[in-house]
């Protein structure tokens, strides 16, 4: 049984991971700013099995206090972290022109400086074989078709996919994988605030279920890559 950290987890694709990996028997940490999401996640899991294990953590990745809040929370029940999966994120959905700075440091703080801020206070609660998973998007991958009106949601992402490959030449002595996963369209929110005319083929269920199988078996074959999972871009 792993001990799994994922952020985001109070709806689409965070919610839907947080479930499968409690649903294969792991002790799940499903953090995020919603409150009544993450109780809606618990309900979901007892629904499904009483024995599904969802610790409920409500806590802002970008401006909460980890050494109050979070980390004495995971020392004192968990003692380590096998997996780190950074899924939280936000979208801004406007012109560039119309987009202003503090738009694009509203996205780095919450696509880039949040997950920078969790790495680094987990790392020392992860053991050798660990795997960090950083949820990115085609948005940000290199070559990819782009969209008019996603430009700090993009750049922020592209920023992520970067930091996966500085972090995996320098945690290599602790022997901790690190990947990232550039996601084409699942049926969320966040999909229909960026292309609300538009339906995707996979659901927020189908992805999450990937997003977990790579999270637990992905480290074996992967380091510090960027891989694009896919169908269409939306």
């Known amino acids: 049984m792993a001990t799994i950290v994922i952020t985001g987890a109070s709806k689409g694709i965070g919610f839907e991971t947080a479930l499968a990996l409690a649903h294969a028997g792991h ?19 007892l629904k499904r099995s009483p024995d599904m294990q969802i610790l409920p953590s409500v806590f802002d990745i970008v401006h909460g206090d980890y050494e109050r809040e979070f980390r004495p929370f995971l020392e004192e029940k968990l003692g380590q972290v096998d997996i780190l999966i950074n899924n939280a994120g936000s979208l801004i959905n406007r012109p560039f022109e119309n987009t202003s700075p503090d738009d694009f440091s509203a996205m780095l703080e919450g696509n880039l400086l949040g997950h920078v801020r969790m790495i680094q206070q987990l790392l020392p609660l992860m053991p050798r074989d660990g795997h960090i998973v950083n949820i990115g998007s085609m948005g940000g991958f290199q070559g990819s078709v782009k969209f008019p009106g996603l430009a700090a949601y993009s750049a922020s992402k592209a920023a992520l996919h970067v930091l996966t490959e500085c972090l995996a030449m320098e945690l290599e002595s602790k022997a901790i994988k690190i990947n990232c996963l550039a996601l084409g369209s699942a049926q969320t929110e966040m999909l229909a605030q960026a292309f609300p005319q538009f339906e995707s083929p996979i659901t927020a269920h189908e992805m999450g279920a ?25």
């Not at 002790?27 to 899991?45: I, N, Y």
């Not at 637990?216 to 890559?225: D, E, P, S, Y």
Request: proline share 5%; aromatic share 6%; glycine share 10%.
């Open 210 to 234: 990937y997003i977990a199988q790579f999270a637990l078996t992905g480290h074996r074959l992967f380091n510090g890559k960027i891989l694009p999972v896919a169908v269409t871009t939306p």
């Open 27 to 45: 002790r799940v940490v499903a953090v995020a700013r919603s409150g009544h999401g993450l109780e809606k996640l618990q309900e979901t899991a």
